[in-house]
């Protein structure tokens, strides 16, 4: 950066000698002869020429500085953005769910891209132009004072005044930068809004109503945005003129000390360069303080997240060997912010190989319960054992490796029905095709997916909105039994599939699961009158236990709903 300023105040010198010289030449043109004149005209040319080459040069020279110098410190800032981004997604993965609970989705994301994209400014153009700004004023005010120096404060006079005009409007700038931003999200929010759920838009003919709320949010992103042209309207003008007045300035009080023989007309052309080299590291120090502070705040919000601990830790205990059994022992969860325990002191045993099934009505804690099985949290109280070893000890992505899971809630991700099927298995694995196929059989799927044009390489669209809600569980019913898993954990899954199906998916699940162990949730009883131990929740505790054929005789609450559930079925084949 030294040298490419350096090579910046070389030409401004050249051109101070070459008008020093040309005027030199030039008064002594109408003393001489007709032969001296033409010496002295080829002399000029000559020297213009000369002086023409070096400033040509110097500026080449420069320009490769400058290039290296970019090279350097953006290149090492893209870098950086590119550790940091990385960095954060990597611990963004290694928070649990409470986590998530407490943070918006758009504040995790503008973290990972607003605020990094600052701090790259920072790393990146803020320091350049800082350093820029301090090698830049020592090179060039040391030259221009040794030069004149009255003449020197009388240049720079209105620098510093140009450099707070530019901070103070600069900031005005970023505040309403910052306001355009937020409505932006907002907007975007909107819209994804409207797009994932244009079904139900459509289903009650809203798409004026929600045409006229797009509109008012364009309106005010319109207007914010109208806000900031007219700052930046102010901001050129501003900076041109008080550009402007530092040349007036230099041109005028140079002209006075020609007059006063204390300067050279070479000086005020030399000294309107030197200017024109000083404004830009000026104008910038406004710039750079705002990027500055912005990138400080931008760090601090980063740092609140990766300084985030996740509450569960995973141990690197390697001997996790699921071989007998999962007990629940007293167990009890109360979510942050709740006072009633969604699950209270539960107790049971799921034996390797089994069935177990947990059936009752909407918030019985049927979900909790799996969730405290996948460990996404930990129990309030009491604890669970896998083979006589606390859950809390084990290593998580050993524990993970025995399961596949089917949530309630079908997530799929915005790419092909193979590539979905496929997750979590390693993408380059052999037969990846049959395992694929294998797995939509027994999901009852895979006439479906012939059916379409693709085939399996149907893109299911952003969160699976091109296929129904039967045909998604489907995938994800899939997608659990192609990892082949020691347990299989099925939540609630099979509630939009018809009778046949569901009956069809059971029968394929019990020919696999020799050896196997399924914890099904539902609050179907044709979902789980087949498994080897039934729980029966409400409000989080335990109220009945057994088979099927020993809860019946009880005459309890899963016989009151198998009779109910009956007479449904009776009631929908007449």
Same mark, same amino acid.
């Given at each position: 950066?030294?040298?490419?300023?350096?090579?910046?105040?070389?030409?401004?010198?050249?051109?101070?000698?070459?008008?020093?010289?040309?005027?030199?030449?030039?008064?002594?043109?109408?003393?001489?002869?007709?032969?001296?004149?033409?010496?002295?005209?080829?002399?000029?040319?000559?020297?213009?020429?000369?002086?023409?080459?070096?400033?040509?040069?110097?500026?080449?020279?420069?320009?490769?500085?400058?290039?290296?110098?970019?090279?350097?410190?953006?290149?090492?800032?893209?870098?950086?953005?590119?550790?940091?981004?990385?960095?954060?997604?990597?611990?963004?993965?290694?928070?649990?769910?409470?986590?998530?609970?407490?943070?918006?989705?758009?504040?995790?994301?503008?973290?990972?891209?607003?605020?990094?994209?600052?701090?790259?400014?920072?790393?990146?153009?803020?320091?350049?132009?800082?350093?820029?700004?301090?090698?830049?004023?020592?090179?060039?005010?040391?030259?221009?004072?040794?030069?004149?120096?009255?003449?020197?404060?009388?240049?720079?006079?209105?620098?510093?005044?140009?450099?707070?005009?530019?901070?103070?409007?600069?900031?005005?700038?970023?505040?309403?930068?910052?306001?355009?931003?937020?409505?932006?999200?907002?907007?975007?929010?909107?819209?994804?809004?409207?797009?994932?759920?244009?079904?139900?838009?459509?289903?009650?003919?809203?798409?004026?109503?929600?045409?006229?709320?797009?509109?008012?949010?364009?309106?005010?992103?319109?207007?914010?945005?109208?806000?900031?042209?007219?700052?930046?309207?102010?901001?050129?003008?501003?900076?041109?003129?008080?550009?402007?007045?530092?040349?007036?300035?230099?041109?005028?009080?140079?002209?006075?000390?020609?007059?006063?023989?204390?300067?050279?007309?070479?000086?005020?052309?030399?000294?309107?360069?030197?200017?024109?080299?000083?404004?830009?590291?000026?104008?910038?120090?406004?710039?750079?303080?705002?990027?500055?502070?912005?990138?400080?705040?931008?760090?601090?919000?980063?740092?609140?997240?990766?300084?985030?601990?996740?509450?569960?830790?995973?141990?690197?205990?390697?001997?996790?060997?699921?071989?007998?059994?999962?007990?629940?022992?007293?167990?009890?969860?109360?979510?942050?912010?709740?006072?009633?325990?969604?699950?209270?002191?539960?107790?049971?045993?799921?034996?390797?190989?089994?069935?177990?099934?947990?059936?009752?009505?909407?918030?019985?804690?049927?979900?909790?319960?799996?969730?405290?099985?996948?460990?996404?949290?930990?129990?309030?109280?009491?604890? !669970?054992?896998?083979? $006589? #070893?606390? @859950?809390? &000890?084990?290593? *998580?992505? %050993?524990?993970?490796?025995?399961?596949?899971?089917?949530?309630?809630?079908?997530?799929?991700?915005?790419?092909?029905?193979?590539?979905?099927?496929?997750?979590?298995?390693?993408?380059?694995?052999?037969?990846?095709?049959?395992?694929?196929?294998?797995?939509?059989?027994?999901?009852?799927?895979?006439?479906?997916?012939?059916?379409?044009?693709?085939?399996?390489?149907?893109?299911?669209?952003?969160?699976?909105?091109?296929?129904?809600?039967?045909?998604?569980?489907?995938?994800?019913?899939?997608?659990?039994? !192609?990892?082949?898993? $020691? #347990?299989? @954990?099925? &939540?609630?899954? *099979?509630? %939009?599939?018809?009778?046949?199906?569901?009956?069809?998916?059971?029968?394929?699940?019990?020919?696999?699961?020799?050896?196997?162990?399924?914890?099904?949730?539902?609050?179907?009883?044709?979902?789980?009158?087949?498994?080897?131990?039934?729980?029966?929740?409400?409000?989080?505790?335990?109220?009945?236990?057994?088979?099927?054929?020993?809860?019946?005789?009880?005459?309890?609450?899963?016989?009151?709903?198998?009779?109910?559930?009956?007479?449904?079925?009776?009631?929908?084949?007449?």
């Amino acid at each position: 950066m030294a040298a490419s300023n350096l090579f910046a105040i070389f030409p401004a010198q050249l051109v101070r000698k070459a008008i020093d010289l040309i005027k030199e030449i030039l008064t002594k043109i109408p003393e001489t002869d007709a032969v001296g004149k033409t010496l002295l005209v080829k002399e000029l040319s000559s020297a213009i020429l000369y002086f023409t080459l070096l400033v040509v040069a110097f500026a080449v020279i420069r320009g490769i500085f400058m290039y290296l110098m970019r090279q350097t410190i953006i290149v090492m800032s893209r870098l950086i953005e590119f550790d940091l981004k990385n960095e954060i997604f990597e611990h963004y993965q290694k928070l649990d769910q409470g986590f998530y609970r407490q943070n918006r989705i758009g504040d995790l994301m503008a973290r990972i891209s607003e605020d990094v994209s600052r701090v790259r400014m920072y790393a990146g153009p803020a320091i350049m132009y800082a350093i820029n700004l301090v090698v830049t004023i020592i090179l060039v005010l040391i030259v221009m004072f040794s030069v004149n120096a009255r003449l020197t404060w009388l240049v720079i006079s209105p620098l510093p005044i140009l450099s707070f005009a530019i901070f103070k409007v600069n900031n005005l700038i970023n505040t309403r930068s910052d306001i355009i931003q937020a409505q932006l999200s907002k907007l975007t929010s909107f819209v994804q809004e409207a797009f994932s759920g244009i079904r139900v838009i459509k289903a009650f003919a809203s798409e004026k109503a929600s045409t006229e709320a797009f509109e008012v949010e364009t309106k005010n992103y319109r207007e914010k945005q109208m806000s900031l042209a007219k700052v930046d309207a102010f901001f050129f003008p501003l900076m041109v003129f008080l550009t402007g007045l530092s040349s007036l300035i230099t041109i005028y009080f140079g002209g006075l000390e020609v007059i006063a023989g204390n300067a050279s007309i070479g000086n005020i052309a030399e000294f309107v360069i030197y200017v024109g080299i000083l404004v830009w590291p000026v104008t910038s120090l406004g710039y750079t303080s705002s990027l500055i502070q912005r990138a400080a705040a931008s760090q601090a919000r980063i740092n609140e997240f990766l300084e985030t601990k996740p509450s569960m830790l995973s141990h690197n205990k390697t001997n996790l060997v699921f071989e007998k059994e999962i007990r629940f022992e007293k167990v009890s969860y109360t979510y942050p912010g709740k006072e009633i325990p969604a699950i209270n002191e539960l107790s049971f045993v799921i034996p390797k190989g089994s069935t177990f099934a947990v059936l009752g009505s909407t918030g019985s804690g049927k979900t909790t319960l799996i969730q405290l099985l996948l460990r996404m949290f930990d129990p309030s109280l009491g604890k !669970i054992t896998i083979d $006589d #070893l606390d @859950i809390k &000890d084990c290593n *998580l992505n %050993a524990w993970k490796k025995y399961l596949g899971y089917v949530p309630q809630d079908v997530f799929l991700f915005s790419d092909s029905i193979q590539n979905n099927i496929a997750f979590g298995l390693n993408q380059s694995a052999e037969d990846l095709n049959e395992k694929v196929i294998n797995a939509s059989k027994m999901a009852a799927l895979h006439e479906n997916i012939m059916g379409f044009e693709e085939g399996y390489q149907t893109r299911v669209g952003e969160r699976g909105i091109t296929l129904s809600g039967g045909q998604k569980q489907r995938v994800a019913i899939a997608r659990a039994f !192609i990892k082949n898993p $020691d #347990l299989l @954990i099925m &939540d609630d899954c *099979l509630s %939009a599939l018809d009778t046949k199906t569901e009956s069809d998916i059971l029968k394929n699940l019990h020919a696999i699961k020799k050896n196997k162990t399924s914890v099904i949730i539902s609050h179907r009883v044709s979902s789980v009158k087949d498994a080897d131990q039934i729980l029966v929740l409400e409000d989080g505790r335990k109220i009945e236990f057994g088979t099927h054929e020993e809860l019946i005789k009880l005459s309890g609450s899963y016989c009151d709903l198998y009779n109910k559930q009956i007479a449904e079925e009776a009631q929908q084949l007449e």
